[in-house]
């Protein structure tokens, strides 16, 4: 059972690049979530998924875009890289009624832009 | 909306000293409040919620509502308690976690 994975692990962009960062989950999971990890700064949410077809924005939503077209996969797409994405990227994904406890998280991306 | 908040960003300790983290929340509504932690380079794991009320490799968590503290508490750290500590929160949409900034453990020999 894999659980959450992410892929890549590590990723150094160039400014102004576009890419996708990949998360799978096999628990048939409706919740889905990205976070990103700064120091300082904690978890912050940047779009979230209650099941397939439905997305909305976290906290931090700008310069990232979701599509949930299957319950395993959330896909998140930087569309034009800027050095303020560099961070580490963590998505979670979570059974409805299980509130935080329920959340499992993925092993992280770490990206750098340059 | 809901808010975390970890006061201390960093927390060092000796070894068998007590050790607290301090987290105090605002919602409107009935929260659950969790501790996450996160050794080095790892996932996220869970370590607590305030619903089980249970001790997890020693450490206790109290939901006190009156002064909106979800404060973690271990009698003796041990040095492989290091870790980063997270706070969080879950409103009445239970799928968004909210997050405290962290506080980071280092427990010395």
Avoid at chain 1, 3 to 24: D, H, N
Avoid at chain 1, 51 to 80: C, K, M
Wanted: overall charge positive; proline content about 5%.
């Amino acid at each position: 059972n894999a659980g959450v994975t992410q892929t890549p692990k590590f990723q150094v962009l160039k400014t102004g690049q576009s890419m996708t960062l990949q998360c799978a989950q096999d628990m048939n999971h409706e919740y889905m979530s990205w976070y990103r990890q700064d120091p300082g700064m904690g978890l912050r949410l940047i779009h979230y998924s209650v099941g397939a077809g439905i997305t909305d924005q976290g906290e931090v939503p700008n310069g990232y875009n979701v599509s949930r077209s299957t319950t395993e996969d959330f896909p998140l797409r930087l569309l034009s890289a800027a050095p303020s994405q560099t961070s580490v990227y963590f998505c979670a994904s979570s059974r409805p009624g299980t509130g935080g406890a329920g959340y499992t998280f993925g092993s992280g991306t770490r990206l750098t832009v340059v | 909306a809901q808010r975390v908040t970890q006061p201390e960003k960093l927390l060092s300790v000796f070894k068998g000293a007590p050790v607290e983290l301090k987290c105090n929340y605002s919602y409107s509504g009935s929260p659950e409040l969790f501790w996450y932690v996160q050794y080095s380079r790892q996932r996220l794991q869970l370590l607590l919620r305030h619903i089980s009320r249970e001790s997890i490799k020693g450490f206790t968590a109290d939901l006190n509502k009156g002064e909106t503290s979800f404060h973690l508490k271990k009698p003796f750290a041990q040095e492989e308690d290091s870790a980063m500590y997270y706070c969080a929160l879950s409103g009445g949409s239970n799928y968004k976690l909210t997050f405290g900034k962290g506080t980071l453990l280092t427990v010395n020999p």
